[in-house]
């Protein structure tokens, strides 16, 4: 119940009353005896009526403002709680709420906070007054989701507006006035006693209420009221409660100094900056709540003058306060209770008596005063300064030609000593922030110690990419750099460059600016819901490309020239005609004319060898090896039992002279076998029927090297309709072996090359966004691998596999068979495949002896070694012990959200073996070599090569026209026949000339124009990298001398992006 006697603290212990008892009703009644006090408390609340209803409102709000406004013209200061003294910090929602669920107070909800401490009228520490806490959710000067303006004392001293201002009135005109306030009512005396502190040690160690009510409606929609409380964390008794003496005679107590007071008058704000000084000062918000019932509850739950009985305070928020603010940046900091999320509202008054009249009243004159004093304030030069020579550097490059802005650019420096006050940077008469522009700045301001983060804002509506920042104390000369390398919003904090782990953060501050990155990210990189996708690995929620956030979406140029390829080649076949031609050549040879159409820039010499050479049974093994999907042969250990073949059968191919046991014995027998394929259905639209087969193919290396296959077996079940192929069969294993490669073009586009790539590395992406802070070695480590890539999947799911795109257009498995094969494909996936050298071995084809002239391998093997070297380098100078990886909270929350979302088992889907923890520097730095190289050349090396390969199509058909064959009379006709038609292939050729391009913005591998490692250590490793990169490119245009017709180019460092991008 809401009661109007005075509540001890029994059963509150954090209350930090203790034994102290609020006497005002007993010296009221000792003062004027029982008659007249029960008389007078049942009177209190006794209001004359509202005959003029809202006008009496409106002139009594009004006259509230002219008391706040007096001042704010008079000397630019609040009406009320004046000078004061701030911080900035963090709140943190509690972990295990007690009050209901909402949308505002999620547990472990982060925010940036400020606050601000006062006295309630005077100026004077000293003088027995109310303290004061405003506590502002966001750090800034206006605005902000959530104000809390809190007083001490858990009542308030008036319950309408005509008792603001009695009370207003009363304090400022002297003891009598005072003391005839208190002896009006009971209540009067009790608040007023309830409410002032004298000799009070600290603002730290003071109980602080909201004391208005707010009506609080959390997610289930039921309204409710609140009240809310700060109190210190350390829950330290309150000091300053006033004794039985000066509750006999506070009155004199007001106002004015005492002539026996020796303490400064600024005492409890310099208390407060020594405190700060010393470290953190820590807070807890509480929330009390009432169930309210609108039909049945008293009016006087909503007076400031009742206590609420049998209401427990709950946990809402830790609060941190981590540095100084400025006494500028204090005094401009402005709080208003129009800060509030939607779920907090007050009742609106219906009169000046209403007791929701306070909160009417104090919205107006809060705010009202504000504006007067953001017109008025005079700024006032801070005392003991230093000159911070401050360096922009505003990005150019061919992918950020907008990167500059005109908008005011505004700096706030923050140290281990404090933070300066916002300072506007630019040059008179220039025009700063331009592209490419490098601009040094002098900021006159107090010092701050170590410089340690950065808050950069910007006013105004226009984009603007920074580089980094570069700050320099002039007198030491100590720099600090502060990579930046992103758009910036209106406001972003920056941390100092040198990479490090949260456990080993110096500074709390630091540790908390962490976990706000975090949530501020986890905002806006967010799961996607869309149940079309079920069963794939987890991506970004998006809506297109232009939802992205801006850090994630291509640059204009990147995105330009990806549509500009595509459109090119449009255009080119929209004229030949071909796009519309549902017919099939008469002659393979005439495939030719496709590619022929290409510019002439492009290197098609591979594409002239091919079509000279793509019967040959030696080019069809070599492709297996080094084409578009060199992952998908395996040793053959035994012969399947569905694929019949015996060594009569087989001898005749083999160059050794040796049985068919003894060849698989020795490793010179591999296997292709598209089992996946069986069960998916294949595109059948409009007359447009597709086929693919589920081919096993046998491969043998002969003597001299080389490698070709010798049986085939077009599905898995063997039977009469389903021969074994085998080189004597003349066009009909012309025909086999293209059967096999469209099975493999279904293998290549979905799996080895959407799949293993491009999705699943976002699936390591979006745990990355979500989990790990741009000050995380791991972040940064990965970050120029990962460049673009949710871009090119968001645009990839809307071009190439949504209905009626790509997929659907040229591939057998199109029609929605494609996505029944990728979810099929996925729930395969383990994480064996990611890392080359295992997966090589897991395949059985690690042995060069056994298995020569594989040089996707060799120099994969290559290019494994060198990226190894750079992530043990790197990763060597934060992790110094299995311990540092397993304390790494951060890292361990990244995997375990891999593991959950990113890669996530879906039903009937086997274990990827993603770890849920990463217990082992091996581990951390193994996975890292494994992103690292599949997000460059694993990419690479299945997708720049396309064109080589799919130009003509009967080398690399994705789909075939017609069934395969189910017995051996097989003619010329036939094969022609079973090629895509003139429309199909065009549009297979048309996709393989657009991801087949490099950018004209590539960075390749090795290439790190954004410098988010500022550490000497790091970047010797960095430039080490790029040394065993350019080794590695010798190796293999050395050994390519030899291979003249096909040398083996698709990882050339040199022609290995950073990122999948395309």
Not at 345 to 354: E, G, L, M, P, S
Not at 846 to 870: C, Q, T
Request: one cysteine or more; proline letters at 5%; hydrophobic letters at 35%.
């Amino acid at each position: 119940m809401a009661s109007d006697l005075p509540v001890t603290a029994e059963g509150d212990k954090e209350s930090g009353l203790g034994n102290w008892k609020n006497l005002g009703y007993e010296l009221f009644k000792e003062k004027f005896g029982d008659e007249v006090f029960e008389t007078k408390r049942k009177t209190q609340y006794q209001f004359p009526s509202p005959f003029f209803g809202k006008a009496g409102l409106s002139w009594n709000t009004t006259l509230l403002k002219v008391a706040f406004l007096t001042p704010a013209y008079q000397t630019t200061k609040r009406g009320s709680h004046g000078n004061g003294v701030g911080a900035s910090g963090y709140a943190k929602i509690v972990d295990n709420p007690q009050f209901p669920q909402d949308s505002f107070f999620q547990k472990g909800r982060m925010f940036k906070v400020r606050l601000r401490h006062a006295n309630v009228f005077y100026t004077d520490d000293t003088v027995t007054d109310g303290r004061s806490i405003a506590i502002k959710f966001d750090d800034t000067e206006l605005g902000g989701p959530l104000d809390l303006i809190c007083n001490t004392g858990r009542v308030g001293p008036f319950c309408n507006l005509p008792g603001t201002l009695a009370f207003g009135k009363a304090t400022k005109s002297g003891p009598e006035a005072s003391e005839k306030f208190c002896y009006e009512t009971p209540a009067n005396y009790m608040t007023l006693i309830e409410n002032v502190r004298r000799h009070t040690e600290s603002y730290a160690d003071q109980r602080y209420y909201t004391q208005m009510p707010y009506v609080y409606t959390p997610e289930d929609g039921r309204k409710r009221l609140a009240k809310f409380r700060v109190i210190p964390r350390d829950l330290k008794p309150e000091t300053g409660l006033l004794s039985e003496e000066d509750q006999r005679n506070v009155w004199n107590l007001l106002l004015n100094r005492r002539p026996d007071e020796t303490r400064s008058e600024s005492y409890l704000r310099d208390e407060y900056k020594e405190r700060m000084k010393k470290g953190e000062v820590h807070y807890t918000i509480q929330i009390q709540i009432h169930d309210w019932d609108s039909e049945k509850d008293s009016d006087t739950f909503f007076s400031v003058m009742h206590y609420w009985d049998n209401h427990p305070w709950m946990d809402l928020a830790h609060v941190t306060a981590t540095t100084l603010l400025t006494d500028l940046d204090a005094e401009k900091t402005s709080f208003s209770l129009y800060n509030r999320p939607a779920l907090l509202d007050f009742v609106k008054a219906k009169n000046q008596y209403d007791y929701n009249s306070i909160a009417h009243a104090r919205l107006a004159a809060y705010d009202a005063s504000r504006k007067v004093r953001q017109y008025t304030r005079k700024a006032k030069e801070p005392e003991n300064t230093i000159t911070y020579m401050v360096s922009i550097s505003t990005s150019e490059s061919k992918e950020r030609k907008k990167a500059g802005t005109n908008d005011d650019v505004f700096l706030t420096i923050i140290g281990t000593g404090g933070r300066t006050s916002k300072n506007q940077l630019g040059t008179v008469f220039y025009d700063d922030f331009e592209a490419g522009d490098t601009r040094v700045y002098k900021v006159q301001a107090e010092p701050v110690g170590e410089v340690i983060m950065l808050n950069l804002e910007r006013a105004g509506s226009d984009d603007w990419h920074v580089s980094v920042i570069h700050v320099t104390n002039a007198e030491t000369q100590d720099e600090v750099t502060f990579p930046c390398y992103r758009w910036v919003p209106n406001k972003v904090t920056l941390r100092s460059g040198a990479a490090t782990l949260a456990f080993k953060d110096e500074h709390e501050e630091l540790r908390l600016q962490r976990q706000i990155e975090i949530q501020e990210r986890q905002s806006v990189y967010k799961w996607t819901t869309n149940e079309v996708y079920d069963g794939f690995p987890g991506f970004i929620q998006e809506d297109g490309h232009s939802s992205l956030p801006p850090d994630a979406r291509f640059n204009n140029l990147k995105g330009r020239n990806f549509l500009e390829a595509n459109i090119e080649a449009q255009k080119k076949y929209a004229l030949s005609g071909f796009l519309e031609k549902f017919d099939n050549w008469e002659r393979i040879g005439d495939y030719v004319q496709i590619y022929q159409r290409f510019p002439e820039d492009l290197d098609m010499n591979p594409v002239d060898s091919i079509v000279e050479l793509w019967q040959k049974d030696e080019e069809f093994g070599r492709q297996c090896l080094n084409g578009i999907n060199p992952v998908q042969i395996s040793r053959c250990n035994t012969i399947p039992d569905n694929l019949p073949v015996t060594n009569e059968l087989m001898q005749k191919f083999m160059t050794r002279g040796k049985t068919l046991h003894e060849e698989i014995h020795d490793g010179h027998v591999y296997i292709l076998s598209y089992e996946e394929i069986g069960g998916i259905p294949r595109f059948n639209k409009d007359k447009d029927e597709r086929f693919v087969a589920e081919p096993i193919c046998l491969l043998y290396v002969r003597a001299s090297g080389q490698l070709v296959p010798i049986a085939i077996q077009l599905f898995q079940t063997p039977g009469e309709t389903n021969p074994i192929w085998t080189p004597d069969d003349e066009w009909g294993w012309t025909l086999a072996k293209l059967h096999v490669k469209a099975a493999d073009a279904q293998f290549h586009q979905l799996y080895a090359h959407l799949t293993k790539t491009h999705l699943i590395m976002e699936g390591f992406t979006m745990p990355m966004m979500r989990q790990l802070p741009s000050v995380h070695p791991v972040y940064k480590l990965l970050l120029p691998h990962i460049r673009h890539t949710m871009a090119i999947n968001t645009i990839g799911r809307a071009v190439l596999v949504a209905e009626g795109g790509t997929v659907d257009k040229t591939m057998a498995l199109g029609g929605g068979g494609h996505m029944v094969f990728l979810r099929k494909m996925f729930g395969k996936f383990k994480m064996v495949e990611y890392n080359f050298p295992e997966f090589l071995k897991h395949r059985g084809v690690h042995e060069v002896d056994k298995l020569p002239n594989y040089y996707y391998r060799d120099d994969g093997l290559l290019m494994w070694d060198a990226i190894s070297n750079f992530t043990d380098g790197i990763l060597s100078l934060y992790y110094h012990s299995d311990g540092d990886v397993q304390n790494d909270d951060e890292l361990q929350a990244w995997i375990l959200e891999i593991h959950e979302r990113g890669l996530k088992v879906w039903p009937d889907n086997d274990d990827h073996d993603v770890p849920t923890t990463l217990k082992t520097f091996q581990e951390l730095q193994q996975l890292m070599t494994s992103l690292i190289f599949n997000a460059s050349c694993q990419h690479a090396a299945v997708n720049f090569n396309q064109l080589h390969y799919y130009a003509f199509a009967p080398n690399y058909p994705m789909t075939t026209t017609a069934p395969p064959p189910t017995s051996k009379d097989v003619t010329y006709e036939d094969v022609c026949h079973a090629l895509p038609t003139k429309k199909l292939a065009t549009e297979a050729l048309t996709i393989s000339y657009t991801l087949s391009r490099f950018s004209d913005d590539e960075l390749w591998l090795g290439e790190f124009p954004d410098e988010h490692f500022t550490e000497d250590t790091a970047k010797k490793v960095i430039a080490q990298f790029g040394h065993d990169l350019k080794d590695v490119s010798a190796k293999i245009h050395e050994r390519n001398k030899k291979l003249r017709q096909f040398p083996y180019t698709y990882l050339l460092p040199e022609r290995v992006p950073n990122s999948i991008a395309i």
